[in-house]
């Protein structure tokens, strides 16, 4: 079946240093959600990414979107310890029915 | 606000005794969506409804049954718990089903089967 795979699947950065985590799926995927869920809380919705190639940025959280539609990543830059939680990819495949497959997730510590 | 909410927040319960989780919306979604999450993983989809129809996965134990009774409110019965069952219980919604628009997550039902 289709598999969502996240690295790395946890970071340890320093405040003020950039974070990426990458999204790979097994097969072509339609369109991308990322989710973030503090620890102790739920995931909550940040974006989607639909287009091939597609570059989207919120503040300091750039998320991309591969052209094979097959990978993403969320990047980070200057972290704040308020970005600490998992960060999940969730995808959904080409023409498969109707739900998302979340990928492994990447916890993300930040040391003040 | 708009929201989803999950009751009870913290759920103990013994081996074998049935224990009902439920959620509620304010946000006139058509879908209403059960996941399962154990610690440091994923959330795994149990089933969803998309109105009244009832979308089970393939890998969701019998044990694991719901109910709709109309728009706003949703439940998860759990017949006979096994200690495996220990988990966070997520209630999520969305406007349309197909993966292609926001889910939007409850706080989540932590349960502990003892």
């Known amino acids: 079946g289709q598999q969502v795979m996240q690295i790395p699947q946890y970071q340890h950065v320093q405040e003020g240093e950039d974070f990426t985590t990458y999204c790979n799926s097994s097969t072509t995927l339609s369109n991308i959600q990322w989710y973030k869920q503090r620890p102790g809380g739920h995931p909550v919705f940040l974006i989607q990414l639909v287009k091939s190639g597609e570059v989207k940025k919120q503040k300091r959280l750039t998320f991309q979107f591969g052209e094979a539609k097959k990978n993403s990543s969320l990047h980070i830059t200057a972290t704040q310890t308020t970005d600490v939680g998992t960060y999940f990819c969730?995808?959904?495949?080409?023409?498969?029915?109707?739900?998302?497959?979340f990928g492994t997730g990447t916890l993300l510590a930040v040391q003040p | 606000d708009a929201m989803v909410i999950q009751n009870p927040r913290y759920q103990v319960t013994q081996f074998g005794k049935p224990v009902t989780l439920s959620c509620s919306q304010t946000l006139n979604h058509n879908v209403m969506y059960w996941y399962q999450q154990k610690s440091s993983q994923a959330p795994k989809l149990l089933f969803h409804?998309?109105?009244?129809?009832?979308?089970n996965e393939a890998d969701t134990p019998d044990n694991f049954q719901s109910r709709r009774p109309n728009t706003s409110f949703c439940f998860l019965d759990i017949r006979s718990p096994g200690l495996g069952d220990t988990a966070m219980y997520l209630c999520?919604?969305?406007?349309?089903?197909?993966?292609?628009?926001?889910?939007?997550f409850g706080d989540g039902t932590r349960l502990s089967i003892l």
């Open positions: 969730a995808g959904r495949n080409r023409g498969a029915t109707n739900k998302l497959i």
């Open positions: 999520a919604t969305s406007n349309e089903p197909g993966g292609n628009q926001p889910q939007h």
């Open positions: 409804y998309y109105d009244k129809d009832f979308n």
